[in-house]
């Protein structure tokens, strides 16, 4: 597996949690959002770090409880055309404020490098050999309709800013 | 009409290359076709039966005339010299080669179209009136708006991969000619009290297996809200639309299982979260978009040319196109033309490279270089002066394109069908061709008035036939082809379904009982009744007993 760094953020080494197991002290540790939403604090103590695992299933408003608690989030796509996990990223961003990593994991595919970006995913866990067409997508588009939670500003808003109207001319 | 600036230019050229390198990727077997299969869908290239198909969109249905003589030169380079326009208001290849595709798309590109999200499971080509601001009926030009949704549905980083298809569609008059209470979305531009611009917006409507009348989610909208607002509306359909079961995941499904208060209160709740984030765009930015859709310079000419008046008079079949393919205008002494591409016994939406080339043509000489496409399938000519139809009408009925039936019985609309569709029951054009030869009969069509029939070749309901005053849904029965009828069904204002008449008939069977469904109405009309407003009358008793017979 390669990993794919879309933002440049330093990114998080850690490990699965296994379902039964606790946190090693001072360890970090991805754990599934459900066991999260039951855990104690003593649990998000012990870990030195904890990231969510979210699957596409769930619903924005689950991420309320743990938001402010956890360092990164991996989102696990079943498919690449589950959009969920596109505003599953987007509400961290907007409605959580959440600044840590969010990862993507699952079948996402290369052409998918820009979305992912853009809906505020910093990092993917992509086959080895995606990693070019991966890093060749990034590239591909010079702006964007859409202000988004990546940090770009929409065409719209740029065509009437001075270094906009440089540019358009 | 809009002109693209670099950044527009910019975004459909690496569109362009993106797609040549997806499709080098898919040749050399990088891609796999499952893989491929979204990325050339959100392209508008079809697997069909025969061969590729590339859907190119036409943005609102607004072309210009150099825009069309493309069109033509790729039905001519790329394909058999034809090109089929839709009900989306878009123009389909049915022959291109896939390693051709990237350069077909180049060739638009440098005209400034493209096959951008014409399919997929993403936010598709705003449609709306095909008379968008040449008509006398609309409260404003929708076309401004469709387009800023263009520009913001484009690419879009979180609804590019939505649970299935999505459909906008904006109407500015209150005669609806865009069918939006059929789509995901639908937009009335409406006015208020105090005469500000806004929107009435529905959602949920669709064809399909499960056929929806949109329902209004919001009565009022206002025009600097419209992104942020479908932003929300898209969002709660996004998470919350089903992905288990593809005849379940449009919008309509969603909005029938949650209710439509309660879609609207989620949409409600969430644009209010969303309003403080620039996602309506600054209003110098509408002001420049809508700069590009400002009214034509017409001076005001007479209404009452006596040359249009006196060939009328000689002229029978003049007289009728006059009567049904020219409409009113907002400027006196103009009048938008409808080109039917509907010949008696030719295919619903076809259209020569030739007969493109002409209509491009003309265009430049009657109507200020532009052109429509109608999801009627029939291409229009706006801003037409009275005293040029005369003239127009001879030379586009020397080529073909002068037949005087738009909104009569044999303006049909068609989908594709056997002829050309992988999941088509049963063939479309040739039934629309076989009651086209039937009713040719230009005085008995006159006659018989507006009579709007649809046809699709499956369930899918590319054809519209739910929306059919009179309605045709091939179906197969034990491996034969079938057609069921329907009746009532209508895309307008007073939009509404057609339901089934009863069992279905052979394809001669079909196009006897359309024959028999007229002789009712004829039968049974009141003074200056329309066939819709008669069958909403009568019911469908009347119509079951003279086409299957007493029970
Ligand atoms: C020939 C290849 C085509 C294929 C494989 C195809 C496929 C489909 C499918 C699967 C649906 C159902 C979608 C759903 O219910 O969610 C559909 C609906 C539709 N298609 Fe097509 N189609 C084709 C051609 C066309 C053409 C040529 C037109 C325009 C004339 C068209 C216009 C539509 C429309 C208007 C709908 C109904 C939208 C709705 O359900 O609200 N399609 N198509
Ligand atoms: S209605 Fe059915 S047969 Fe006709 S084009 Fe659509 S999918 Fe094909």
Redesign the pocket.
């Known amino acids: 597996m390669a990993l794919i760094n879309l933002t440049g953020i330093q990114p998080t080494e850690f490990e699965v949690l296994a379902d039964d197991a606790s946190p090693s002290e001072g360890a970090t540790v991805a754990v599934p959002l459900a066991r999260l939403l039951e855990a104690e604090e003593a649990f998000f103590k012990s870990a030195g770090s904890v990231g969510a695992i979210i699957d596409t299933e769930t619903s924005y408003d689950a991420l309320a409880a743990v938001a402010d608690k956890i360092a990164f989030a991996v989102i696990d796509f079943p498919a690449f055309g589950d959009g969920r996990g596109f505003s599953l990223a987007v509400r961290l961003r907007k409605d959580y404020a959440f600044k840590g990593e969010i990862r993507a994991v699952g079948p996402v595919i290369p052409d998918q490098a820009l979305f992912l970006l853009r809906a505020g995913f910093d990092t993917v866990d992509a086959a080895d050999e995606r990693k070019a067409a991966f890093e060749a997508a990034l590239e591909r588009f010079p702006a964007f309709y859409q202000t988004d939670f990546g940090g770009q500003v929409s065409v719209a808003h740029t065509r009437h800013s001075a270094e906009g109207q440089r540019k358009a001319s | 009409m809009y002109a693209y600036d670099t950044f527009d230019h910019a975004m459909v050229n690496a569109r362009v290359a993106e797609f040549r390198d997806q499709v080098e990727r898919r040749m050399t077997g990088e891609l796999t076709e499952e893989e491929f299969r979204p990325l050339r869908l959100m392209n508008g290239l079809y697997l069909q039966l025969h061969a590729y198909m590339l859907r190119v969109a036409i943005p609102y249905g607004t072309l210009s005339a150099d825009q069309m003589r493309k069109l033509a030169h790729i039905a001519r380079k790329y394909d058999k010299g034809y090109g089929h326009f839709t009900t989306r208001q878009n123009i389909q290849y049915n022959w291109p080669k896939l390693s051709e595709t990237p350069d077909i798309l180049q060739e638009l590109a440098d005209v400034e179209m493209h096959a951008v999200q014409t399919s997929g499971n993403c936010i598709r080509n705003v449609t709306t009136d095909q008379f968008a601001g040449a008509t006398a009926d609309e409260v404003a030009d929708p076309r401004p708006y469709a387009e800023l949704i263009r520009q913001w549905s484009s690419f879009h980083p979180e609804f590019s991969f939505l649970p299935r298809k999505f459909k906008i569609a904006i109407t500015g008059a209150k005669t609806d000619r865009a069918a939006i209470k059929w789509h995901d979305i639908g937009l009335v531009v409406k006015e208020n009290d105090e005469g500000e611009i806004g929107f009435e917006v529905l959602a949920g409507g669709g064809m399909g297996r499960t056929p929806v009348i949109a329902k209004t989610v919001r009565d009022f909208l206002p025009v600097q809200d419209l992104l942020s607002y479908l932003e929300a509306m898209l969002r709660v359909y996004n998470e919350q639309g089903r992905r288990d079961n593809k005849y379940k995941a449009r919008i309509k499904i969603l909005v029938e299982a949650m209710g439509v208060e309660e879609y609207a209160r989620q949409v409600e709740a969430e644009w209010e979260k969303i309003r403080h984030i620039p996602i309506d765009v600054p209003e110098e930015e509408v002001a420049r978009i809508k700069a590009f859709f400002a009214p034509p310079p017409l001076a005001v000419l007479a209404d009452d040319v006596p040359a249009v008046d006196e060939l009328a008079g000689k002229n029978f079949i003049f007289k009728a196109w006059l009567a049904n393919n020219t409409g009113a205008h907002k400027v006196p002494g103009y009048a938008n033309v409808t080109i039917s591409l509907k010949p008696h016994g030719g295919i619903p939406g076809d259209a020569s490279d030739e007969q493109m080339d002409l209509v491009a043509d003309l265009a430049d000489t009657y109507s200020q270089s532009e052109i429509r496409v109608s999801h009627e399938q029939n291409l229009i000519l706006p801003h037409v002066a009275k005293k040029d139809l005369p003239e127009l009408w001879q030379k586009l009925d020397e080529a073909g394109l002068g037949t005087p039936n738009a909104g009569l019985l044999t303006d049909i609309i068609a989908?594709?069908?056997?002829d050309?569709?992988?999941?088509?029951?049963?063939r479309?054009i040739p039934i629309a061709q076989t009651i086209t030869e039937r009713f040719d009969d230009m005085k008995r069509l006159m006659d018989i008035g507006p009579l709007k029939i649809k046809i699709?070749?499956?369930?899918?309901?590319?054809?519209h036939h739910h929306a059919g005053h009179i309605g045709i849904l091939?179906v197969d029965r034990k491996g034969t082809e079938n057609y069921q009828i329907l009746l009532g069904g209508s895309g307008g204002e007073d939009a509404s379904k057609a339901a089934i008449l009863g069992p279905g008939f052979d394809e001669d069977g079909i196009v006897d009982a359309v024959e028999k469904v007229v002789a009712v109405y004829l039968g049974e009309r009141e003074e200056g009744e329309e066939f819709l407003a008669a069958y909403r009358r009568l019911g469908p008793d009347t119509f079951k007993e003279a086409v299957y017979g007493a029970h």
Not at chain 2, 415 to 418: A, H, K, S, V, Y
Not at chain 2, 420 to 426: D, G, H, K, P, V
């Open positions: 989908c594709p069908g056997l050309y569709c992988s999941l088509a029951n049963t479309s699709s070749g499956c369930i899918n309901s590319c054809g091939g």
